[in-house]
């Protein structure tokens, strides 16, 4: 009997699938497990990250060079897929983020309308699109999938000088439940991954290293790797998950589950005495 993490001859769209960041280490983890690897990115040379992974992967790929933001994109890429690997039976959505470190900016910022308007169409746009191209296509031949859209822990929270994207990423939470309760009828499950610090490519060209930082506030005491959000969407993909859908499961290292009153030793601030401080430090 095949592991139940097994997706052998599945075919899985990954949108965002190049640059070395989530979306490469998603696309290396499905194909390892047998799936039949579909990658779009709108930048050809994103694909570098990925090839060599698809290409001595056991399972047939395909790479699409889209720019899921244009009107149409998403539907054409998605048949293009259909075209050259078979019926897609799921998708995962890593479009988004900022579009430029000009739009960390404050509320009162006089771009802050634009640069709101501007991250929530990056964020959602994209992500809707396709998300509904392969939903239609998977009602109309009466087949069942799964659909994973990475989030962030910002959308459960907040963002300060980020506003655009964080307001993006909890209207995707939202989109995610209102697609699993719409779409579960066909057999569709919908979920979400929130992200927390994770150390990708990108995350360094924007702030350098964040080890530091992370060893403050992370529960786990370090930044999470791209390959440590794969595993969860792998997981939601699978059969192991086939009765989950319209969750939002957070990978963040506990940082979320970290009360806002704890100081550097995560003991809350209001615990005053010096003597049950060190108590508690183990000290």
Request: with cysteine; aromatic share 4%; glycine share 12%.
């Amino acid at each position: 009997m095949k592991p139940a993490l097994d997706l052998e001859g599945r075919v899985i769209a990954v949108a965002g699938a190049g640059g070395g960041g989530i979306g490469s280490a998603i696309a290396k983890m499905l194909a390892a497990a047998g799936a039949r690897v579909a990658g779009i990115d709108r930048d050809p040379e994103a694909f570098d990250a990925i090839r060599e992974a698809l290409d001595n992967a056991d399972s047939p790929h395909h790479l699409v060079t889209s720019d899921l933001a244009e009107e149409g994109a998403a539907d054409a890429a998605i048949g293009e897929i259909e075209g050259t690997l078979g019926p897609v039976s799921g998708v995962v959505n890593v479009v988004g983020g900022f579009l430029g470190l000009e739009q960390m900016a404050p509320l009162l910022d006089p771009s802050a309308e634009r640069n709101f308007s501007q991250l929530l169409e990056f964020n959602l746009g994209p992500t809707l699109a396709t998300s509904i191209a392969v939903a239609r296509r998977l009602r109309d031949r009466g087949a069942p999938g799964s659909i994973v859209q990475i989030t962030s822990s910002t959308g459960l929270v907040s963002m300060p000088y980020g506003a655009g994207y964080a307001a993006a990423k909890a209207a995707l939470v939202n989109l995610t439940r209102t697609m699993a309760v719409e779409w579960g009828h066909s057999g569709i499950r919908v979920n979400a991954v929130a992200c927390g610090t994770i150390q990708s490519a990108e995350a360094r060209r924007w702030a350098g290293g964040v080890d530091d930082a992370a060893r403050r506030v992370v529960p786990l005491g370090r930044p999470g790797e791209p390959d440590e959000i794969a595993g969860p969407v792998l997981f939601l993909l699978s059969d192991l998950a086939r009765y989950v859908s319209g969750a939002v499961l957070g990978v963040d290292g506990g940082a979320l589950a970290r009360a806002p009153y704890n100081d550097e030793h995560d003991i809350p601030v209001f615990i005053t005495d010096p003597e049950l401080h060190r108590r508690l430090r183990g000290e």
